[in-house]
């Protein structure tokens, strides 16, 4: 969403109510979404969850181009469409939405924090197990991508796809590590979430904030998700406050939520559930 | 261990001991840890022992550059600022140092490199008259080429450009950026308690320049001094760890402030001088060479004398 926008967009948004119909657009979960833009997807369902807001679940093929920002995923509320879990929050917010009012300042800026340490160091090392390690590249991700599309279309897209991510990378200084690293990494990362996670709940207290929903997708993801080898999801589960908060969420929020509701088969759309 | 680590870094200005956010990080921790560091300032990132700087060259494991590298191999060496912290606020400080990479690391390049009258009243002034001759001319725009390329992959957005929208973007993100930091900071000396740690450094690397340099549009600077705990925070820390370095910047400005602005750029002007006369010299002897001296030393290989033989060549071709 553009900046010049947002003020204009948020305005409206206020206005109007969270209608029934939204949906959220992501690839297609059987043959084509990636575990990068899975893991992002269930966050974002997670947190409309969290608030109560209903939204209808559609995959398309060409999710990735009808985004805004041309990431996914993105959602589709009355007239608007936001992309991504930073800009959709903020929208959320504009209409009377929010799961962090309860917190003082400085937990804010812990959990935005937080939130950035996931985004820099598990959405990356997703990203470069994915595009850059060559057994997962070639075997999962580019046939993955490209799935959708007829040759020569899917060979270009899926190489494209990839070049730009390592320019990413070697912008960001990651092109020079190796898989140890990276999974390194990873477990750092789980660390310290496991550390300020501690024994709560949640990670503030009693209430699941933000941080909670984006924390459940990715970690979700990865146990859930087969790659080449599954040593990623090993270093997950060597955190067991970590497994049992997955377990948690997934509880509380999608698997009651689905039985409740009439439409519940439509809406399951997280894929398979952990143990 | 008992050779001391040799560090390359950016050299200093404005009351800094560095102009770079990642030598600043290395410098910062260094003092921070208390590492007998043998410190080369310099400005011209081929002379350091990877290419880049900052970089840190060690005896037994070779040349490290990222900033976090660095501070791993020091740690190595048993100098570790974060030994006080607690395994959680060992965890807040990766997410705080994520959230300073992520949110402000892309304003602070956007400021000095990419936003047209900073970069070129500033950034691009200081670089040229810093680097060594036949350098300055390249390296400033390659370096600048680079961190828009970085600013555009880390944002998802090849098209980025500088602009109000690009400008708005960024810095919004910067100024939460420095609440969260300015909040989380509260009324402490450090983030954590009354000793620095690597996070510390981290959030000066990024702050102190904002807060040093003199940029032609300095929104992010207006809303920093706007924090008084922030700088506060930077001016403790430059005080209490980099004492040489201000008088050194006191020095400087004062020295320029003296001189005032009309001999403030001589040696620069010299240089241009001088520059242009080569250039003249250059290619009016090109244009000789093209033209009429082709032609001498063609005859002289002949043998025979210049004129009478090139004008005999015209008759025949006349003819």
New interface residues.
Partial sequence: MSLAAEAFVSQIAAAEPWPENATLYQPLREDQILLSDCASSLAVQAYLRMLGLPVRVRCRANAEYMSPSGKVPFIHVGNQVVSELGPIMQFTRAKGHSLSDSLDDVQRAEMKAYMELVNNMLLTAELYIQWCYQNTAAEITRPRYSSPYSWPLNHILAYQKQWEVRRKMNAIGWAGKSLEQVYEDVSQCCQALSQRLGTQPFFFNKQPTELDALVFGHLFTILTTRLTTDELSEKIKSFSNLLSFCRRIEQAYFESQDRDSQSGALDYSKGPSLM | MAAPLELFCWKGSWGLPSVDTGSLIVLAYARFAGTPLKVHKISNPWRSPTGSLPALKTKEDGSFS?PSKIIIQLRKQKYNADYDLS??E???T???I??V???LMPALIYALWIDPKNYAEVTRRWHAENISFPLNFVLPSCMQSRQL??VR??R?NGTLEAGE?AE??LY?DAL?CMN??S??L?SNRFFFGDSPSSLDAYVFGHLAPILKIRLPSNKLQQHLKDMDNLTNFCSNILSLYFPDEIREGMGQSASNVQEGSEFDHEPYKRRKQLLSVLVAVAAMLGYAFLTGIVAIEHVKEKGSTGNTASTDLQIEEDE
């Fill in positions: 990222q395994a959680k060992g965890a807040d990766l997410a705080f994520s959230l990479e992520e949110k390329e970085r992959l880390m998802g929208e708005k973007e919004s939460e969260l930091l909040q989380r509260g």
